[in-house]
Each structure stands twice: as C-alpha cells, then as structure tokens.
C-alpha cells in the first residue's frame, strides 16, 4: 500500500538489541513527535494470547484477539511508557523474554500481521511519528521520509539486553541471552511475510562500540538535512 501519511515518519528499524528503542525514544522527545513502538504491540498480543490461552496455530482466534485490544500507552513515568491492557499495568509483563520470544514467534503469522497493520498506521499523527520496529520502512510507512536501519553485533546487543533487563530487577542470563538473540534474529529475518530487512533507501548504522548520544545525534542530524527540520 503506497499510503500518504498525514505527518511525517521517521522509520527506525533493527534486530532486537540495536539500541533503536532508546535512539527512537530521544529522537521523538528532542522533536516533540509522537513515538510508536511496534514490538510492544506484538508483545502486547503475545501476553493477551498467552492469558486467553490460544495457540499460534489458532491463526483466526489471533486475528479476532488483535481486533478487540484495548492498549494505552501513557507518558513516560522514567524512560519507558507505562502500557496498559484492558486497563491492566502490563508494562513489565509485556518486557520479559518470555513474552519477546512469544510476540517473535507470533509475529511471522500473516494474519497477526494484517491484523495490526491498521493499528500501527493509527499512531501516524502531527507533527510527527517516530516509528520503531522491524518493518516500519519496508511495510508500515513506506513513504517515510527518514528510514534507518540499525544494528550492532549480537554480542554487543546481548550485554545491552543483559543490562537493560537487570536495571529493570528482571532476571538475565548472558549466555541464554546470546542464544535467543540469534533465534530471534534467525526467525525474523528468514520469516516468508515482512522480513526483518532494510529498506532499499535505509540508512544502515552500525552502532557497535558507538554510544547512543552519539547516534541520536546522528539521526537528528539526517532529520534536519532531509526533512528540512529545526532540531535546535
Ligand atoms: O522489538 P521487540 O523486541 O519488542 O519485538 C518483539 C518481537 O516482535 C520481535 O522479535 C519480532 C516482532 N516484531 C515484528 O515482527 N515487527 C515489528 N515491527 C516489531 C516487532
């Protein structure tokens, strides 16, 4: 679908770890932008699915689930958004690993897909939307005007999983956190429907060893040269 947004996207995707939710969260802030973290709706449908227990086989009763969502993401209380389901704080259920690997192996269905395409288009709003995922140049916001790709070495992106997840007091494995880490990547990128991939007019940043206010300063930087805005 070559869709016309109704505000300007800036899509930043990358394998699991590559620092875009905290560079996509800075470079919202410093433009005053909405944010869309699309992994946390495929987290979301993972936990819902978990508790109404359907399989992932169950590709109808996924589709009829994603429908009926009630998601609120409330302003940062620290760094990230509290989330609510159905009125519930799920905002640390939903970042486990459990439920990462769920939402991954959810995420390579079409139906569960399709069924959030709509959802994720919705957050498209002025003055604009920083779009963070897997597919947001390739499928969600193919008109996006900034797309960036970014990655690191899975080692690197395992320690900063690792440190992520023992600031939020979850439990962490370094070692399991390599293994999954390259599953993830594997089942994302081989996957037949909106595969993890840049964009054909992605920028591809290589953030290993690079710190994020360096590469923040960087996207704001591509922000300001093409699409003509004032970043301060
Ligand atoms: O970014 P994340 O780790 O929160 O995403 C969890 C899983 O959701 C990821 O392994 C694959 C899936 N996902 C996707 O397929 N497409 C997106 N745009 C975002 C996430």
Excluded at 100 to 128: H, M, T, Y
Aim: proline share 5%; aromatic share 4%; net charge positive.
């Amino acid at each position: 679908m070559n869709q016309h947004p109704a505000a300007p996207v800036i899509a930043i995707d990358g394998p699991s770890g590559s620092g875009k939710g905290t560079v996509s969260r800075r470079v919202a802030a410093a433009l005053g932008w909405h944010f869309l973290d699309s992994g946390a709706l495929y987290r979301i449908l993972a936990l819902a699915s978990k508790q109404a227990q359907v399989e992932a086989a169950d590709a109808e009763r996924l589709r009829t689930l994603a429908a009926g969502l009630r998601i609120e993401f409330k302003p940062p209380v620290a760094a990230e958004e509290q989330i609510l389901l159905n009125g519930r704080d799920v905002t640390q259920a939903v970042r486990s690993e459990e439920c990462g690997k769920l939402a991954s192996e959810l995420a390579v269905i079409p139906q569960v897909r399709e069924s959030l395409k709509n959802l994720q288009r919705s957050f498209c709003r002025a003055p604009g939307l920083v779009a963070d995922g897997r597919d947001m140049g390739t499928v969600i916001f193919p008109d996006a005007g900034l797309k960036i790709y970014l990655t690191a070495s899975p080692g690197e992106r395992a320690q900063r999983r690792y440190n992520q997840l023992k600031e939020k007091g979850l439990n962490a494995n370094l070692p399991a956190l390599l293994r999954d880490i390259a599953a993830r990547d594997a089942r994302d990128q081989n996957r037949a429907v909106s595969p993890l991939k840049p964009a054909a007019e992605a920028v591809v940043l290589d953030t290993t060893g690079t710190d994020v206010e360096q590469v923040v300063a960087t996207v704001l930087a591509m922000a300001r040269s093409r699409l003509g805005l004032k970043t301060g």
